[in-house]
């Protein structure tokens, strides 16, 4: 299988990058992340040495969190806007790439995880460079997203977003039905102007490279909508409940949320609202996944740790609006 991607995709690349000697001799899976396929792929006679190529997980529509062609438009667009993105080498549904297969190929970022970056740099220095960077990405007007003509979800729509995805997960693993979907409901905040949302902006969609952000990655989740849905996913992981698995682990970096929202400007008020949201967003794909995985739709035995986690989130979201 990798013999064959690799020599579709160096036949196409060679074509569209006019570069004749273009080798890619090696393709090894990325470890983390549990969406999509990832790989690098290492070249010879090509501008950069090593590539990162993404793909749809197997079977999967070729809609949302597996459109890798919007993901590769997205960081585009941001790239131009000065957001740092991987740069995007190719990207498409060409017929001669692997029968038709939406691809995605971008640069491999000089850059570190979080949990290797603080080793070397303090946590508040990681944050606030974190937080600049989110402010700058809400900042891109959405016509310059990558997302123009895509209409803005509100927050009741993000809220059935997620409660549409955990009722497709295993029944057992819902802890509270409906209730706790109509409680962010019955509580949601005032709406600001959308903007872009990441949808899953933590340390763990982050590299880093001395002590600023070398890019923002993983962007299957993308979306126009509400700006603090990103702030309450990173104060999501900031918080750090003590459940038996972290769902988004951010190494040893450990800003507080209250320091985060001082840095973004959010009133803490609101901003614990979308924490809640956030801990009934990753509750439920984390729900999904594993049915998914007991399945054998998707197997990933990494969810086979996370019941009592998803438990654990939903009763800290139910506690936040309760």
């Not at 740069?87 to 850059?111: I, N």
């Not at 197997?299 to 309760?322: C, H, K, M, N, S």
């Amino acid at each position: 299988m990798s013999e064959r991607i690799l020599e579709q995709l160096e036949r196409h690349c060679r074509r569209a990058w006019n570069l004749p000697d273009l080798h890619f001799r090696g393709m090894s899976v990325i470890p983390e992340g549990h969406s999509g396929l990832t790989y690098f792929i290492d070249a010879d006679g090509a501008p950069d040495a090593r590539y990162v190529l993404r793909l749809p997980p197997p079977k999967a529509r070729h809609l949302g969190p597996a459109d890798v062609v919007r993901q590769g438009r997205i960081m585009a667009a941001l790239r131009g806007e000065g957001v740092p993105v991987p740069r995007v080498h190719a990207c498409g549904t060409d017929p001669d790439v692997l029968d038709g297969t939406p691809f995605l190929l971008v640069e491999a970022v000089d850059g570190v995880r979080a949990e290797i970056a603080v080793a070397d740099t303090d946590s508040d220095t990681l944050a606030k460079a974190t937080v600049e960077v989110l402010r700058r990405m809400h900042a891109v007007p959405v016509e310059r997203t990558g997302l123009a003509g895509e209409p803005p979800a509100d927050l009741p729509a993000e809220i059935d977003r997620w409660s549409r995805l955990m009722s497709r997960a295993p029944a057992e693993l819902d802890v509270f039905g409906a209730r706790l979907a109509q409680r962010l409901r019955d509580t949601c905040p005032p709406e600001e102007p959308p903007t872009l949302v990441h949808g899953d902006f933590t340390y763990g969609n982050i590299l880093y490279r001395g002590g600023a952000v070398a890019a923002v990655i993983d962007w299957e989740i993308a979306s126009i909508g509400q700006p603090l849905i990103d702030l309450g996913s990173l104060c999501t992981v900031a918080k750090r409940v003590e459940f038996p698995r972290d769902p988004n682990p951010s190494g040893a970096v450990e800003a507080r949320p209250e320091q985060l929202m001082e840095w973004y400007g959010a009133d803490s008020a609101v901003t614990g609202w979308f924490v809640a949201l956030s801990y009934f967003k990753y509750a439920s794909i984390q729900a999904y996944n594993l049915g998914l995985h007991r399945s054998g739709k998707r197997p990933d035995p990494i969810y086979d740790l996370l019941p009592e986690t998803i438990e654990g989130l939903q009763r800290a979201a139910f506690d936040l609006v309760r």
